[in-house]
DNA sequence: AAATATACTATACATTAGTATACTGGTTAC
DNA sequence: GTAACCAGTATACTAATGTATAGTATATTT
């Protein structure tokens, strides 16, 4: 059988790809990760850098989304034991390769805009 | 000036970028609207039938989450004045252009998922 | 007459996400 | 010596999101 006749008979959306759909989702939802990976997307940032560029976020959050980031290895944070203490932010790879998936949403919600004319 | 060298000298994504990603994850983020667009993907569905394709959700979040995408224009509804009436739900053409958002997505989750193996 | 179905709504509660404000400990500039 | 910069943490709160449970009005089935 063909892939194309099984997809008509499918009455809803594979659950492994919903499961991928949803581990993008937690990467990049929030109110504060896209702002944080927005800023990271041109280069690396120190803490107090990206705390003045991203307007009304508090050090709380930012430590915290910061963290998450870092745990789900979107963020790679770098110590340097200079004097005083120098943190780096960088895009990891699987960061950098957001780009991909956010072009889409970039062009989708213009679009989605025209659509619904007056939002 | 070239596109590729202003955007060198960006510090961050541009904010209207930034507002038509929003626009998008607004449609999509929440626990239940993924599996609801899921199952509207490959036909249209009545109230009933996507109350027991998706596991575990209730009639209230179902009834919310329904007027939210058809309010977003995603989603409509279609009431046919039988006896007993029909209500049925189907994607929009934005509804149903949100594959080309969510391929990527799928593709970025099961890629980021091979990259932190053990995950 | 009782049980079941359809398409929901109502009320109350629990959990998660985000805010506000202050503070730490070390370092450097005035 | 005090004011400011760095990279955060602590505590308490509010708001948004989701759950649990029950109930509505109408109609069909057994």
């Not at 709380?60 to 789900?72: G, T």
């Amino acid at each position: 059988m063909e892939i194309s006749s099984e997809l008509e008979n499918l009455k809803s959306c594979p659950a492994q790809f919903v499961l991928a759909i949803n581990d993008t989702l937690n990467v990049i939802s929030g109110k504060w990760k896209l702002p944080i990976i927005g800023s990271l997307l041109y280069g690396k940032k120190r803490f107090r850098e990206l705390e003045r560029g991203i307007p009304k976020i508090s050090p709380r959050m930012l430590s915290k989304e910061l963290k998450d980031l870092e745990a789900n290895g979107i963020v790679k944070r770098t110590v340097y034991d200079s004097i005083p203490v120098i943190v780096e932010y960088e895009l990891t790879i699987s960061g950098e390769s957001l780009h991909q998936v956010l072009e889409p949403m970039i062009e989708w919600g213009l679009q989605h805009r025209k659509n619904v004319i007056g939002k």
